[in-house]
C-alpha cells in the first residue's frame, strides 16, 4: 500500500520549490533511471525545470526486477528526455556476485562508475541518483557510501522528500505509476553469504513473475539454504495461501516447476519482511 503523508499542499509547494532550486545549481545533470517511484519522481521535475539539461542513464542488468524493467521501458518514451541505456552485468564482478554484505556498495560503485563515465561523455557535471530522505534514516544502505565517495547527489534527500509525498505529487500530476510498490534489485532476494548466480535470479523472476500474474504486488520469492520462500503483503497473501499460512496447492505447485533447478518451495507463505535476507 502506498505510504501515507501528513504534510500540507503548503510544505509540498515549498519542498518543490527548494528542489527546483537545487536542480538548477546541479544542471546539467544525467540521473540514474530506474523507472521506479524515486527517480520517476526525480526525472518528472527535471523535465519541468532543467528540460534541455537532463539525461537519463538506465542500467539494463539482470538484476532489475520485471515491473521496474517495464516501467522504465514505458517511461522513458512518455517522459520525452533523452536517454542512454547502459548493458551492466554484475555477475562480472566477483565482489558482487559473492554476496557478502557489502554487496549493494560494492554493485553501486560499479554501476554508478559507469554512469558517471557518461555523464562525462555527454557534458553532463553533476551525476543524481533517486535516494531520498527515508533512504537518509534507513541503516541498512551500504551503497550509499559508494554514491558519497563518487560525488553523487541526491536532490530529493537532500530536500527532505520522502516516498509518500513522491507519490501525492505523481498522482496530483497523473504520472501512473505513483503507487507503484517499492521494489529491490533481485539480489536482495538471496541470503547474505550465498553466492549469486544467473540461474538464483532467474528463478525469483519467474517465480515472481508468475505471482505477478494472479495480481499479487509486493511479494518477493527469496533463496536461501536451498530453500525457496515465498513473502507477500496481508493482501498477497490471502490471494495466494489458505488460512493456515500454506500456500494454495496450485500455486505452490506451479512454483515448484519454476524453482526446481535451483530450491525447493517452502509450503509456508509468510508475510513480507524489507530486507529479510540481510538477517
Not at 81 to 89: E, K
Not at 111 to 137: P, Y
Not at 266 to 276: D, E, F, I, M, V
Amino acid at each position: 500500500m502506498p505510504e501515507s503523508t501528513t504534510c500540507t499542499p503548503n510544505t509540498l509547494e515549498s519542498k518543490l520549490t527548494a528542489l527546483e532550486n537545487l536542480l538548477r545549481e546541479l544542471a546539467p545533470v544525467a540521473l540514474g533511471f530506474s523507472g521506479g517511484v524515486d527517480s520517476t519522481f526525480l526525472a518528472t521535475v527535471c523535465r519541468m525545470v532543467i528540460p534541455g539539461e537532463t539525461m537519463l542513464v538506465h542500467l539494463n542488468s539482470p538484476f532489475v526486477a520485471t515491473p521496474e524493467q517495464t516501467s522504465s521501458a514505458a517511461l522513458s518514451q512518455s517522459l520525452g528526455l533523452p536517454v542512454v541505456t547502459i548493458d551492466f552485468d554484475p555477475f562480472t564482478c566477483p565482489d558482487v556476485s559473492a554476496n557478502e554484505p557489502d554487496r549493494c556498495y560494492r554493485c553501486k560503485r560499479e554501476g554508478f562508475s559507469r554512469i558517471l563515465d557518461v555523464a562525462r561523455e555527454h557534458g553532463c557535471r553533476t551525476a543524481l541518483d533517486g535516494s531520498n530522505a527515508d533512504d537518509a534514516a534507513a541503516t541498512d544502505r551500504p551503497g550509499a557510501r559508494a554514491l558519497r565517495e563518487l560525488g553523487v547527489r541526491s536532490p530529493l534527500m537532500e530536500t527532505g522528500w520522502t516516498k509518500a509525498e513522491e507519490r501525492a505529487m505523481l498522482r496530483a500530476w497523473g504520472v501512473g505509476i505513483w503507487n507503484m510498490p517499492a521494489g529491490a534489485c533481485l539480489a536482495t532476494r538471496v541470503a547474505t553469504g550465498e553466492p549469486l548466480t544467473p540461474q538464483k535470479l532467474e528463478v525469483i523472476r519467474t517465480c515472481e513473475d508468475y505471482l505477478h500474474s494472479l495480481d499479487c504486488t509486493q511479494v518477493r520469492a527469496r533463496i536461501a539454504a536451498g530453500i525457496l520462500t515465498i513473502e507477500g503483503s496481508p493482501d498477497d497473501l490471502e490471494c495466494i495461501a489458505a488460512k493456515d499460512g500454506s500456500l494454495a496447492e496450485p500455486v505452490l505447485s506451479q512454483l515448484a516447476k519454476h524453482a526446481r533447478s535451483v530450491a525447493r518451495v517452502s509450503p509456508a507463505a509468510k508475510l513480507y519482511q524489507r530486507g529479510s535476507m540481510n538477517r
